[in-house]
């Protein structure tokens, strides 16, 4: 099996969905045989460096503050001492038997390497990479010889966890979570042999990958993930390796659903599925490695049930922060229209899930509403999973709160600061990406990129914006040599009066000041394909491109179909949502704040409260009284102590003001 090491990394946002072109050169040098992908590609995360005044001290506390937390919570809570008595066992030691607390604790230490590999990509430390070192080496010393990786039965064969059953592999489809386990040790042995060059964690892969596919597969025994994720991984193994085994073994797993649970999405074969059913975070990964699979292989099938599904969530089961899984039960999905806020779940994983599938169906098909829900899920439900200060966390994400909910430093089921880690440090990998000669700027931040484009052109390209709480952006481009190429400039929804893709939510005032674009100086007519303004022209170094997108705060109304925001408004200001918090209102009591429809409002920046952000602030009312009240971005609440919060606020009376 030919194993490179690619020079310059692929999109970690996309935990190895899209591997760029320059992946299948580098990685799979001397191959032959055309191989086909997404036909947008994503430009790589270590190409682009933040240097904003939003994401770049994101990035950092997740490297300096979050990662070194996550890994000693998992040497606190025995995570890491799992791998070490699964060792044992196999030498045949005596060692404490006792089961871990949940098959799937393995993924934890799988994930925060993975985030931290690639905070390896950008800046070395050799400290981190030396710690990383040390746990690849317990996590292939508790293999089995034939490759099998679980240490929740590895540590007592004969009395496994109680969910695993008393064979392998025999309660995969419920919930054991062995595919599971070995979706995330994929992800994460990429992210390490990509960053470090080493394959350590590569080939413990590989080897438990060889048993897979000994195991599984036509003519051999079938079998569906109970909890998806191993599709994805499977995949990013066949992008390094070449291996078509990985890729067909991976349509398999999604072939083999259908006469099972909605639960997790077994229902019904994967081409007939049509609605988002069952446990969110299951379902998003489900879609995303539907959506590498089809890339690759061109099935229209698939391609017709996640483009229908995506349709379902959008108009029918999304959240206006961009949160999924609306029911506490099951972690899941609820009926078409159900979206209530004070029990709203909206875990941090399937906010995580979604950004994934989103940016895939953006590369599948170029069209900038994938964006835009991606963008909304970004900087709300997401970002609201982690505190400023990066140590404490939310499970779910609900958008009203009695005073009930704050941040936790750690979970007994504890997948969601595991996965916070690896997706924040790949956020530059979202900006842009390309198709043939176009480059497509998705989102806005102050940064520096160098992206290779078709026939050898390299383009620099500057952006400097105080984005999202400003929406001018300026964008300086730098091209080797004068060239003629389409950049792509999206111009989000929000800004042209459209609350989010669909139906489901809509600006009670669509009057916006008008989205401004000008080359050089130049005002251009705002013509746009697919969400995007294609400037095609001959570029040379120094021209500018300036966006400027209207930045009025404003209410929102939600389809009274949606029977938890009828007589309800909520308040939006470019891609944030806002909410009204106990600390900044007239005696806490914000689930009794009214708005009227018409209420002017206005936007100031603070930058004393909460790291710096902009509040919005007007006037309501509180027991039919008129009452000052202030509203911050809904990712920053829960971090001046419990009390009242709500996203969606009583509607009251227009006012003649």
């Not at 993975?114 to 430390?125: I, M, N, P, Q």
């Not at 599904?309 to 922060?321: A, C, H, Q, R, S």
Request: charged share 25%; net charge neutral.
């Amino acid at each position: 099996m030919k194993v490179s090491r690619r020079s310059i990394l692929t999109s970690a946002a996309l935990t190895g969905a899209a591997a760029a072109s320059s992946l299948r050169s580098a990685v799979q040098r001397g191959a032959t045989r055309p191989v086909r992908d997404y036909p947008v590609q994503p430009v790589p995360f270590t190409a682009v460096h933040m240097n904003d005044v939003f994401w770049a001290p994101r990035i950092e506390t997740n490297r300096t503050v979050t990662i070194p937390f996550a890994f000693k919570k998992c040497e606190e809570t025995g995570r890491v001492g799992n791998f070490e008595r699964a060792a044992a066992a196999l030498r045949g030691e005596k060692v404490d038997r006792t089961i871990p607390p949940y098959p799937f604790d393995d993924t934890d230490i799988y994930k925060v390497i993975e985030g931290a590999s690639y905070t390896l990509s950008v800046r070395k430390d050799p400290k981190l990479e030396a710690y990383i070192d040390g746990l690849i080496e317990k996590i292939g010393a508790a293999q089995e010889p034939d490759g099998y990786l679980y240490t929740a039965r590895t540590i007592d064969p004969e009395h496994p966890h109680k969910w695993a059953g008393k064979e392998r592999w025999v309660q995969e489809e419920v919930l054991s979570h062995e595919l599971y386990n070995l979706g995330h040790l994929y992800e994460s042995s990429v992210a390490h042999y990509q960053a470090t060059g080493k394959r350590t964690l590569l080939d413990i892969s590989l080897k438990s990958a060889e048993l897979l596919c000994n195991t599984f597969g036509p003519g051999k025994r079938k079998i569906y993930p109970g909890h998806q994720i191993v599709e994805m991984g499977l995949v990013k193994l066949y992008r390094v390796t070449n291996d078509e085994r990985y890729l067909n073994l991976a349509k398999f797993m999604l072939d083999c659903r259908g006469g099972g649970s909605p639960y997790n999405q077994a229902h019904k074969r994967v081409v007939d599925q049509r609605e988002a059913v069952g446990h969110a975070v299951r379902a998003t990964y489900m879609y995303s490695g539907i959506a590498d699979v089809a890339a690759i292989t061109g099935d229209k099938e698939y391609l017709a049930a996640i483009d229908a599904i995506w349709d379902n969530v959008v108009t029918k089961k999304l959240y206006l922060t961009g949160g999924i899984g609306a029911l506490h039960k099951g972690e899941a999905f609820g009926e078409n229209f159900e979206l209530p806020n004070l029990t709203a779940y909206n875990e941090t994983c399937a906010a995580i899930g979604h950004d994934y599938w989103n940016h895939r169906l953006f590369l599948l098909h170029a069209d900038a509403r994938y964006i835009d829900v991606m963008e909304r899920t970004l900087y709300n439900g997401l970002i609201s999973g982690v505190s400023l200060e990066g140590d404490l966390f939310f499970y779910p994400n609900p958008l009203a709160s009695t005073g009930d909910y704050a941040r936790s430093p750690w979970f007994g089921v504890a997948c969601c600061p595991g996965n916070i880690t690896r997706f924040i440090a790949s956020v530059p990998g979202y900006m842009y990406a390309r198709q043939g000669d176009a480059l497509y700027v998705n989102l806005f931040a102050g940064s520096d990129a160098q992206i290779d484009m078709a026939r050898g052109l390299t383009v620099k390209l500057k952006q400097e914006t105080r984005y999202p709480w400003d929406g001018a952006v300026r964008m300086t481009v730098e091209p080797a040599k004068t060239a003629a190429f389409t950049i792509a400039v999206r111009v989000p929804g929000w800004a042209r009066g459209e609350a989010l893709p669909g139906t489901l939510y809509r600006f009670a005032d669509t009057s916006l000041p008008p989205v401004t674009l000008k080359v050089n100086g130049r005002s251009m007519e705002l013509r746009l394909d697919k969400g995007y303004a294609r400037l095609h022209r001959k570029w040379r170094a120094g021209d500018t491109i300036e966006l400027g997108l209207p930045m009025e705060p404003g209410l929102v109304l939600a389809t009274p179909e949606v029977a938890a925001d009828r007589e309800l408004v909520a308040i939006q200001r470019g891609p944030i949502v806002y909410c009204a918090e106990w600390p900044d209102n007239p005696l806490g009591e914000v689930l009794e704040l009214a708005l009227a429809d018409n209420s002017p409002l206005t936007a100031e920046f603070r930058p004393d409260l909460l790291h710096g952000v902009t509040v919005v602030k007007g006037r309501g009312f509180q027991a039919a009284k008129p009452v000052e009240f202030t509203a911050i971005p809904y990712f920053a609440w829960a971090h001046r102590g419990k009390g009242q919060m709500a996203v969606w606020l009583k509607k009251a009376p227009a006012t003649n003001s």
